[in-house]
């Protein structure tokens, strides 16, 4: 599943009144060390020395950001992360939505 596609699928489960809004985009790429949210460090492999992070920003008034935590080549998913003007709102396992993404296709 794309960054794309994981981050639609985490709107449509948990904020649905915002999916339609307008978003922007960028790519980072951050070290380990700098995550400060323990939950998140959780899902991170310890073996992963920077990550990629594929940040939505919500272009109104919310001050949403939604970061989807991938490893450094954006190849596999680990989570994702709601902040709202920088404060953790909600963190969960790129996993469990994909997961859930394939039992409703079928």
Known sequence: MTAIELFKQY??????????EDWLVDVITVRRTFIVHDKLKELIPEDL?????????????QRLEVNVIQDTRGHKNLAIVCLKE???????AA???????ERDAT
Not at 11 to 20: A, R
Not at 49 to 61: G, T
């Open 86 to 92: 920088g404060t953790l709102v909600h963190t969960v």
């Open 49 to 61: 020395e920077q990550i990629r992070c594929v940040v939505f920003f919500s272009s109104d008034e």
């Open 95 to 101: 996993e469990t939505l994909e997961t859930t993404n």
């Open 11 to 20: 709107m449509n489960q948990y904020w649905s009144e915002l999916v339609h």
